[in-house]
């Protein structure tokens, strides 16, 4: 395939093979990441694509049949080129951030709590058709390997979260985080202006999302509290004269906030904010 000034568009096996070698090398090569190596081994054992091309190989006789595996290695590596690509940038990202931490997270990074979380937060990434999705994993595993005030069954829980919802949830959990208190007429008009009408789909998949994230403790209406944290009865409101008329999907008077939950994963998964290893 050519371009209008008759160039190659599709680059040979020998210019992948360099391409893919450069893009790797940062994150497996020389200097002091090479001790992330661990780190990158979890991470590429945990993709389909690549365990599978691993096992094709070794069923091929490497002796008596190494031009099929050289012709096996090139179609795929030109298959998957684009992959690749993404794959080691995000391990340079995350090794980037992960490596100005020094010396004291060494022994997070190669712990088989972390790799495990490796493996779990790759097998997503590579499944995310999202780049926001994706974004969101890196961010994660980068602030779950240079920090311990997270546990790791939060992560997992983080993990399952970006698996479950959708880029429409994300977004209402967004304006609820950047505006503690707003309410649901307040969401809408943050991301989408004109409020359609109460029976119309797009009020239904609205009031879908503030009930997935209300089931899923992400969100809830604002509950004020003790000095203990605990939650106060509100008082019983009179009944008076009725509307006639549902609540809106667009009410203005219930505020909404963050659970405790939702914030930390705003935290680890929407913020490239990474702290260092406590003591």
């Not at 590579?126 to 992560?155: F, H, M, W, Y």
């Not at 899923?216 to 009725?242: C, D, E, F, M, W």
Request: charged share 30%.
């Amino acid at each position: 395939m050519r371009n209008d000034n008759g160039k190659e568009l599709v680059q040979n096996s020998e210019e992948i093979d360099q391409k893919i070698q450069q893009d790797l090398s940062e994150a497996l090569g020389g200097g002091n990441r090479k001790k992330y190596s661990r780190f990158v081994l979890a991470a590429l054992g945990s993709i389909p694509w690549v365990g599978g091309f691993l096992a094709a190989s070794s069923a091929i006789d490497a002796e008596n049949e190494q031009e099929n595996i050289n012709k096996l290695t090139h179609l795929w590596l030109k298959e998957h080129q684009l992959k690749i690509q993404e794959l080691g940038k995000a391990f340079i990202e995350i090794l980037s951030r992960v490596e100005g931490f020094g010396e004291e997270i060494q022994d997070r990074i190669e712990s088989p709590q972390y790799l495990s979380l490796v493996r779990q937060g790759f097998r997503e990434w590579d499944q995310s058709e999202t780049q926001e999705k994706r974004d969101l994993i890196r961010r994660l595993l980068t602030n779950a390997g240079a920090t311990v005030l997270c546990p790791d069954d939060l992560v997992r829980l983080f993990l399952d979260w970006i698996n479950r919802y959708h880029e429409a949830h994300f977004l209402v959990i967004k304006q609820i985080y950047q505006n503690p208190g707003i309410s649901r007429g307040g969401i809408w008009d943050r991301i989408h202006g004109e409020r359609p009408r109460e029976d119309s789909a797009e009020a239904d998949l609205f009031k879908l999302l503030i009930r997935d994230l209300s089931m899923g403790s992400v969100i809830r209406q604002h509950r004020p509290t003790n000095a203990s944290g605990q939650y106060l009865k509100q008082p019983t409101k009179k009944r008076g004269s009725s509307s006639g008329v549902m609540k809106s999907a667009f009410d203005d008077s219930e505020p909404y906030e963050l659970t405790e939950l939702g914030s930390k994963f705003v935290h680890y998964t929407m913020e490239d904010v990474v702290q260092r290893v406590e003591s």
